[in-house]
């Protein structure tokens, strides 16, 4: 019996139109409860102080006070702080950058007795908790003299980080062997075929670890809380802490600086995400 070629086969996996309504529902849901608290953020940054505290929560500022985002930059020197911690983010961008492509591509690409095992005991490094090393680490900046200046904020990234090295191998895993053995027959050193054929082959890789990379390094609040002490030295994350004093915290300077923080790395997002997602999906290719 012979089936009808023109009747429309329905697929069990798609949902039928109360189904999809149900999805874009919760997918409403979901993202008013996530995004509420960045919604907050913003429309507290103009209010007046009294109504941040108020109850029920007052959502929309009346009336909307620009002046917060005036006063507040101009309670400490922000402008140095964003300079710092602009200074911090470039260099341990391309630290991460750079030394992890390259350890990924030692581990990856070039064959070598125990890169197995050490790519194994690198990655077991990831099950440590900051805290063990964070003693360890001080002695050894204290006595390098590097305490109280941005050194320990950037130097370690260009000794690669063991999730960096995770999500690039991933990628360079699946470029395949044959561009390195052309390039080997012409001649191409090791060097020559990282840095001429495979860096601009994981672009996308590179830009996701270099996203996040900079990202940690402008959030990072513990790093400079630790190693710097002298205030001109300070970066954002550390200067936000200025506004807590010993008998209050000016809430509506906190917020209306913190929205301003937040507005470089949601750009930075936006212009990129695209990027950013093909580098997360091709580095889950194989892992």
């Given at each position: 019996m012979k089936a009808d070629r023109g009747a429309v086969v329905s697929d069990p996996l798609q949902p039928g139109p109360a189904g999809r309504v149900l999805v874009y529902a919760l997918l409403f849901l979901f993202s008013a409860i996530f995004a509420a608290p960045f919604f907050w953020l913003v429309t507290s940054a103009v209010k007046r102080p009294e109504q941040l505290m108020a109850y029920p929560i007052q959502w929309i500022p009346d009336p909307v006070v620009w002046s917060n985002f005036r006063e507040g930059w101009s309670f400490r020197p922000f402008s140095l702080y964003l300079r710092n911690t602009l200074y911090v983010a470039v260099l341990s961008t391309i630290g991460s950058v750079l030394s992890s492509s390259l350890v990924a591509y030692g581990l990856t690409r070039i064959e070598w007795p125990g890169r197995r095992l050490l790519f194994v005991t690198l990655i077991g490094t990831m099950m440590l908790p900051g805290q063990v090393v964070m003693?360890?680490?001080?002695?050894?900046?204290?006595?390098?003299?590097?305490?109280?200046?941005?050194?320990?904020?950037?130097?370690?990234?260009?000794?690669?980080?063991?999730?960096?090295?995770?999500?690039?191998?991933?990628?360079?895993?699946?470029?395949?062997?044959?561009?390195?053995?052309?390039?080997?027959?012409d001649g191409a050193s090791e060097w020559v075929i990282y840095w001429r054929i495979v860096m601009p082959l994981a672009r996308p890789a590179l830009a996701t670890v270099g996203l996040f990379a900079f990202i940690g390094a402008w959030n990072d609040f513990v790093g400079p809380l630790i190693y710097i002490v002298n205030e001109n030295n300070y970066t954002l994350a550390l200067g936000l802490s200025m506004f807590r004093g010993q008998y209050g915290t000016y809430w509506h300077y906190l917020?209306?600086?913190?929205?301003?923080?937040?507005?470089?790395?949601v750009v930075l997002f936006f212009f990129t995400q695209r990027t950013f997602i093909q580098g997360i999906t091709m580095t889950g290719l194989k892992g």
């Open positions: 003693v360890p680490l001080f002695a050894l900046f204290v006595r390098l003299g590097w305490v109280d200046t941005f050194k320990p904020l950037w130097v370690p990234t260009f000794f690669a980080g063991a999730f960096y090295v995770y999500l690039l191998r991933g990628f360079f895993q699946a470029i395949p062997r044959d561009l390195s053995e052309a390039a080997t027959i917020l209306a600086v913190s929205t301003l923080v937040t507005i470089p790395i």
